[in-house]
């Protein structure tokens, strides 16, 4: 199972650049709005995966289109909102996407604490559904109009700003914080300890219900780049 799904967040990782670009030319909104409907579906396969090639090859597409509805969303919320208030308002949604986390790991917790063929595959039905309804909210916001493609030169541009590669390669140690707390601990937990296996939806819980308590808090001191990057250097040093 970890290298299926490692598998299928490398592809994620990669897929989901163009598929930025394509919200961007096509627009965000529908483009969102196709991605999340391709989420749930990569979801809904799941219920009817038995093998290990079928397992990697719909662990790819979820990525993928979970990766690519992360970029749409972005640029979605960049078109609605102004820059001012981008950053009380993505504290907002981090919080409100907790609170969703939250319930999943309570879900989560219930499902194997009744370790039932039909209790796993229940949370799967549903995960799949809330994507589906990801979808019909996404369609209700106003659209946005595609960006004008502007003229790159040739080879990777972004790689040529050398401070921002930088802050991206030092971003992805900070975040190798998630697969651990959603994918290294469990499995600890499950397969190298006595503890149940319930006690992982309990952790998942602690951990989203801190965030939705302190993320709008803490959002408010940054208000440009220096708290910004104070922030992120606090931040740094107490996951250190």
């Not at 972005?74 to 504290?91: F, H, P, W």
């Not at 975040?175 to 190298?192: D, N, Y």
């Amino acid at each position: 199972m970890g290298l299926g799904l490692t598998v299928g967040w490398a592809v994620g990782s990669v897929v989901g650049v163009p598929l930025g670009r394509l919200a961007d030319r096509r627009g965000a909104r529908g483009t969102a709005v196709l991605l999340a409907l391709a989420t749930g579906l990569a979801v809904a396969s799941f219920l009817v995966v038995r093998e290990f090639v079928p397992f990697v090859l719909a662990a790819c597409a979820y990525a993928s289109a979970q990766s690519g509805l992360a970029a749409a969303r972005q640029a979605l919320l960049a078109g609605l909102v102004s820059a001012g208030e981008r950053t009380g308002l993505l504290a907002h949604l981090q919080a409100t996407l907790n609170a969703g986390l939250a319930v999943g790991a309570g879900l989560g917790g219930l499902a194997l604490h009744a370790g039932t063929r039909a209790a796993y595959l229940g949370v799967f039905a549903v995960d799949a559904v809330s994507f589906v309804t990801c979808a019909g909210l996404l369609l209700r916001l106003p659209s946005v109009a595609p960006r004008v493609p502007v003229d790159r030169r040739h080879g990777p541009s972004v790689l040529r700003d050398r401070p921002y590669a930088v802050i991206t390669l030092l971003n992805t140690v900070l975040l190798l914080r998630m697969p651990l707390l959603s994918l290294g601990i469990p499995l600890w937990i499950a397969e190298r300890t006595a503890a149940p296996t319930w006690l992982v939806s309990a952790l998942f819980v602690l951990n989203t219900g801190a965030v939705m308590v302190f993320q709008v808090r803490m959002a408010r001191g940054v208000s440009g780049l220096a708290s910004a990057n104070r922030a992120v250097r606090r931040s740094g040093w107490i996951m250190l």
